[in-house]
C-alpha cells in the first residue's frame, strides 16, 4: 500500500475507486474529494491501482492510497488493512465490483468499522445482462442491503434497483451526479478547439462518450449520414473505446468519411459542446447521463434518446431537448436536422435546473448521508 499526500490524524471520508482513467464515475468521486477537501473534510481517495492519467487532478488537499493490486478482486485484504489501520468514518464508493468489495471490507473491518455507502451510477437491468451479469447481480443484492446508505444517480436508477435486487425502495437515496463546476464553465469559455468550429464552416453534429455499444454511436453515424445527405454538418466524436475501427469503417462504408471525426478523449469537451451545432446523446441504456447534462449548462442544442435512464430526467420529459427512441435511425435523423435548420437560438434552462447538478449541493448531500444526518439519511 502507498500513500501520498496530505497526512490525517484520521480521515473523515474515503473514497473507493478501480483507478483513475477519467470516466464518468471516476470523474464524479474526483470533484466530490476536491469539494469536500475545499470545505475542511479530511478525504482520502483509495484506489486498488494507480492507472490513469487524471491523478494529477487531485490537488494538495486530497491524499492518495494505491492498494497496489491489480484486480478488484485481489484488494480485499489490502482494503480490510486500511480501515483498520486509518479507521475513516465513512467509505464512499461506486462501480458494482468495488461497491460489493467496499461493503465486504467494512463488515471485515472490526468493531470500528466506518459507514459504507454505495453508489449506484448504471440502470441494473441493462447494464449487468447475462449469466454473468446475473452472478453480479446476486452479489450486488446482498452486498447493497447489507450497505449502510445506498445512492442512486436518477429516480430510473433507483426504480432499476428496487424491482431488479430487491431493495427497499426506502433505503435508495436519489443524489444527483454533481457534475456542474467551474471547471466545465471555464472549459467551455476557452477558445475554439478544432478547426471545424471556426466561423463560416459547416455545423458540427457532436457525440462525446467511451466508443462503446452502450453509447449508440453506430446508430448516431447511420443518422448523420442521412442528415449529410440533405444538408451541410460534420459529425464529431469524442472519447475512446474498442469500437473506434468498427466505426471508422461504417462511416467510409456510409460515404461521410470526409465529414466525420474522433479526435480521441479530450479533458475539456465543453469547449466543444458550447460551440456545436447539435449535441446529441445516442445511448442505448445510461444512469445519469452527465454528458448532456453538461451540454445543455453550456448552451449547446441536444437532441436523446428516451433510453433507461436519465435523459427524460434531465430534459424535464423532453421539454429541454427532443427524446427519440434508441436505435431508431430515421426519428434521431429527423431529430437532429429539425435541430441543426431552427433558428440556432440556445434555449432557456429553467430557474433551479443547474442546482440539481451543482458540485456545491450535490457534496453537501453526500456529506449528510455519509455522515448519518437523520434528516438526510434514510
Known amino acids: 500500500m502507498k500513500v501520498d499526500g496530505v497526512q490525517h490524524e484520521r480521515?473523515?471520508?474515503?473514497?473507493?475507486?478501480?483507478?483513475?482513467?477519467?470516466?464518468?464515475?471516476?470523474?464524479v468521486l474526483m470533484d466530490l474529494a476536491l469539494e469536500a477537501a475545499g470545505r475542511g473534510v479530511a478525504v482520502d481517495m483509495v484506489v486498488v491501482n494507480r492507472e490513469g492519467a487524471v491523478a494529477h487532478d487531485l490537488g494538495p488537499l486530497v491524499r492518495m492510497v494505491d492498494l497496489e493490486r491489480s484486480r478488484v478482486a485481489l484488494a480485499l485484504p489490502s482494503l480490510v488493512a486500511y480501515l483498520r489501520n486509518q479507521r475513516p468514518r465513512a467509505l464512499l464508493t461506486t462501480l458494482e465490483h468495488t461497491n460489493v468489495l467496499?461493503?465486504?471490507?467494512?463488515?471485515?473491518?472490526g468493531r470500528d468499522r466506518p459507514r459504507v455507502v454505495v453508489r449506484e451510477a448504471n440502470t441494473v437491468s441493462e447494464d449487468l445482462a447475462g449469466a454473468k451479469g446475473r452472478f453480479v447481480r446476486q452479489a450486488m443484492r446482498i452486498a447493497y442491503r447489507a450497505a449502510d446508505g445506498v445512492v442512486a444517480v436518477s429516480n430510473g436508477v433507483a426504480r432499476s434497483l428496487?424491482?431488479?435486487?430487491?431493495?427497499?425502495?426506502?433505503?435508495v437515496r436519489v443524489i444527483y451526479n454533481p457534475v456542474l463546476t467551474p471547471r466545465v464553465y471555464a472549459g467551455a469559455a476557452e477558445s475554439a478547439p478544432h478547426p471545424w468550429f471556426a466561423a463560416g464552416e459547416p455545423p458540427v453534429v457532436l457525440g462525446v462518450g467511451r466508443l462503446t455499444q452502450q453509447k449508440g454511436?453506430?446508430?448516431l453515424l447511420r443518422a448523420f449520414a442521412l442528415v449529410r445527405a440533405a444538408l451541410p454538418c460534420r459529425l464529431m466524436l469524442l472519447g475512446e473505446g474498442e469500437q473506434r475501427a468498427e466505426l471508422l469503417a461504417m462511416a467510409a462504408e456510409l460515404g461521410v468519411g470526409d465529414s466525420f471525426a474522433m479526435p480521441g478523449f479530450s479533458n475539456n469537451p465543453f469547449a466543444y459542446m458550447a460551440r456545436c451545432g447539435v449535441f446529441v446523446l445516442s445511448s442505448r441504456w445510461e444512469g445519469l447521463p452527465n454528458v448532456l447534462i453538461q451540454a445543455l449548462?453550456?448552451?449547446?442544442?441536444?437532441?436523446?434518446?428516451?433510453?433507461?435512464?436519465?435523459?427524460?430526467?434531465?430534459?424535464?420529459?423532453?421539454?429541454l431537448a427532443p427524446l427519440v427512441p434508441v436505435d431508431d435511425v430515421e426519428a434521431l435523423a429527423a431529430a437532429i436536422r429539425a435541430t441543426?435548420?431552427?433558428?440556432?437560438?440556445?434555449?432557456?434552462?429553467?430557474?433551479?435546473?443547474?442546482?440539481?447538478?451543482?458540485?456545491?449541493?450535490?457534496?453537501?448531500e453526500y456529506l449528510g448521508l455519509l455522515r448519518g444526518d437523520a434528516r438526510t439519511a434514510q
Open 217 to 219: 454511436f453506430d446508430t
Open 11 to 27: 480521515p473523515e471520508l474515503a473514497l473507493l475507486l478501480p483507478s483513475l482513467r477519467g470516466g464518468g464515475a471516476e470523474r
Open 102 to 109: 467496499a461493503v465486504l471490507a467494512g463488515r471485515l473491518a
Open 340 to 364: 441543426l435548420e431552427g433558428t440556432g437560438g440556445r434555449r432557456e434552462l429553467p430557474p433551479g435546473w443547474r442546482d440539481r447538478y451543482d458540485v456545491e449541493a450535490v457534496t453537501a
Open 297 to 319: 449548462a453550456v448552451g449547446a442544442m441536444a437532441v436523446a434518446t428516451d433510453c433507461p435512464s436519465g435523459p427524460a430526467e434531465v430534459t424535464d420529459g423532453g421539454e
Open 162 to 171: 428496487v424491482n431488479e435486487l430487491g431493495l427497499d425502495e426506502r433505503r
